[in-house]
C-alpha cells in the first residue's frame, strides 16, 4: 500500500458512482423563483475570515451558565445518565460532536451540490446550485476554523456517513435534492435557529446566524426545484423516493443517539442510547428537528401513509395518540 493510500484509508471516504452529465443549450430563464433565490444568493455573500469576529476566546470546558449550552434535552429527565459532577462536560462534548457533524455535513453539501450542477436539468437550477456550491465551500471553511480553535472534534457519525453515500449513489437527480436539500440541509436549518441563542461561545452564534441565512435559501431551491415533479412520476418512480425519504429519516434518527459522545463521557453507551430514545426531551427535539422536514415532505407531495407511518414510529412527527 502506498502512502496516498493510506491516507486514503484513513482520511478518506470514496463514494464511486457513474454519473451522466446534463448539458442544456437553452439558456432562457423557465423558472422565474429560481432566478430570484439565485439573486439573492448573489448579494448575501459574507466572508468567513473578515466577517466573522474571531478576537472571542473558545474556551472549550468552561463552567455552562444556565440555560447555555446546545442539550437537545431540556431539565434532566429522571433516567440522564450523565452525573452532575460531568453535566458541565457533557454540553461541551454535545456541543463539539453536534458541530462536527455541522463540519462533515457541510463537505457533504458542497460535494452534492456539485453533484446537481453536473446532472439537473434547466439553466436556472444550474446556476443556483452553482452558486450553492460556494456557500458551501464557504461553511466548510468557517465550521472548520472554529473547530481548529476548540481544539475538539468528533470524527463523522457513521449515519450521515452512511446518508451521504447513499445521496451520491442515489441513481435520480431528485434524490440528490431530497437527500441533501431537503434532509440534511433541513435539520442543519432547524438545529441553528433552535441553539442560536444557547450556544455557549459568541463566535458559534455568529458563525450559525450566517450559515442558517444560507440554508434557508437552499432548502428553498430544494422545495421549488422538486415542486410538482411527484405528481407527474409513476407509482413505482414515486415509491423509489418514498424509500429514500424514509432510509434517510431512520439514519438521521440513529444519528441521534449519541453514541460517541457517551463513549467519550466513559458513560455506558447502551444506557445513554435508551435516554436519547426515549427522554420526552429528546423526543421532542427530534420531533422540532425533522419538523420542517414534514411540512416540505406535505408540499412535494411525498408525506404518503407508508412515510408518514415511517416517520411516526421513528417519533419523529406526532400522531393522533400523542398530540397535545
Known amino acids: ?7 486514503a484509508a484513513e482520511d478518506y471516504m470514496v463514494v464511486d458512482f457513474p454519473v451522466a452529465a446534463t448539458f442544456d443549450w437553452d439558456y432562457a430563464s423557465r423558472e422565474p423563483q429560481l432566478r430570484r433565490l439565485y439573486e439573492q444568493g448573489k448579494v448575501s455573500q459574507w466572508n468567513a475570515v473578515t466577517d466573522i469576529d474571531w478576537s472571542a476566546a473558545v474556551e472549550f470546558g ?47 453539501a458542497l460535494i452534492a451540490t456539485a453533484r446537481l450542477v453536473e446532472t439537473v436539468p434547466g439553466i436556472d437550477n444550474k446556476l443556483y446550485a452553482a452558486s450553492q456550491v460556494a456557500d458551501e465551500a464557504r461553511h466548510v471553511e468557517a465550521f472548520s476554523m472554529y473547530m481548529e480553535r476548540l481544539g475538539h472534534a468528533y470524527p463523522v457519525n457513521p449515519a450521515l456517513a452512511a446518508l451521504l453515500s447513499d445521496i451520491m449513489t442515489g441513481e435520480r437527480w431528485d434524490l440528490t435534492y431530497l437527500g441533501m436539500q431537503i434532509v440534511v440541509e433541513g435539520l442543519a436549518l432547524a438545529a441553528f435557529r433552535l441553539g442560536q441563542d444557547t450556544a455557549p461561545d459568541p463566535v458559534i452564534r455568529q458563525i450559525t446566524r450566517y450559515v442558517a441565512r444560507d440554508e434557508a435559501r437552499h432548502v428553498a431551491y430544494g422545495v421549488l426545484a422538486l415542486r410538482g415533479l411527484y405528481d407527474e412520476l409513476t407509482s413505482a418512480e414515486r415509491a423509489v423516493a418514498e424509500e429514500f425519504v424514509m432510509e434517510a429519516s431512520l439514519l438521521m434518527a440513529r444519528r441521534f443517539r449519541l453514541d460517541e459522545v457517551w463513549e467519550r463521557l466513559g458513560i455506558d453507551v447502551a444506557a445513554g442510547v435508551a435516554y436519547a430514545n426515549t427522554d420526552p426531551g429528546f423526543v421532542d427535539y427530534r420531533r422540532l428537528m425533522f419538523a420542517k422536514i414534514v411540512t416540505n415532505l406535505e408540499h412535494l407531495g411525498l408525506l404518503t401513509g407508508p412515510v408518514r407511518a415511517h416517520l411516526r414510529q421513528l417519533m419523529l412527527m406526532r400522531g393522533a395518540a400523542d398530540a397535545h
Open 62 to 108: 468552561q463552567p455552562l451558565a444556565d440555560g447555555s449550552g446546545p442539550r437537545p434535552a431540556g431539565p434532566r429527565g429522571p433516567d440522564c445518565p450523565v452525573p452532575d459532577e460531568l453535566w458541565h462536560q457533557y454540553g461541551w462534548e454535545f456541543h463539539a460532536w453536534m458541530t462536527s457533524q455541522f463540519l462533515h455535513g457541510e463537505q457533504g
Open 1 to 7: 500500500m502506498t502512502a496516498l493510500e493510506a491516507r
